[in-house]
Nanobody, 122 residues
């Protein structure tokens, strides 16, 4: 059974940092790309970043490039999203998801975690 469990969300002041984790199980980690999305109520789910586990290539949305860093610990089957210089507009529920492609839209992702709330106060 595929499981993706996010953790690390919370409340932080603008300019602060958080590190999200996505612990994965139930599939061959190296075969997938793992992505992070975020969603606020009433809006579509927004792609944030993804990493190809097999070759380590990383991709970022323009809105987070230079502030967020995605990485993986293959020994732990875990992907991280280090978020620095956080802004109030980063407030959202953050989800991790898996796909066998490099994709920036939700429909290409096969499995999703339950999400973790990130709130950035001004």
């Amino acid at each position: 059974e595929v499981q993706l469990v996010e953790s690390g969300g919370g409340l932080v002041q603008a300019g602060g940092s958080l590190r999200l984790s996505c612990a994965a199980s139930g599939f061959t980690f190296d075969d997938y790309t793992i992505g992070w999305f975020r969603q606020v109520p009433g809006k579509d789910r927004e792609w944030v970043s993804c990493i190809s586990i097999s070759n380590g290539l990383t991709y970022y949305a323009d809105s987070v490039r230079g502030r967020f860093t995605i990485s993986s610990d293959n020994a732990k089957n875990t992907v991280y999203l280090q978020m620095n210089s956080l802004k109030p507009e980063d407030t959202a529920v953050y989800y991790c998801a898996i796909t066998k492609q490099i994709a920036t839209t939700p429909e290409f992702y096969d499995y999703w975690g339950q999400g973790t709330q990130v709130t950035v106060s001004s």
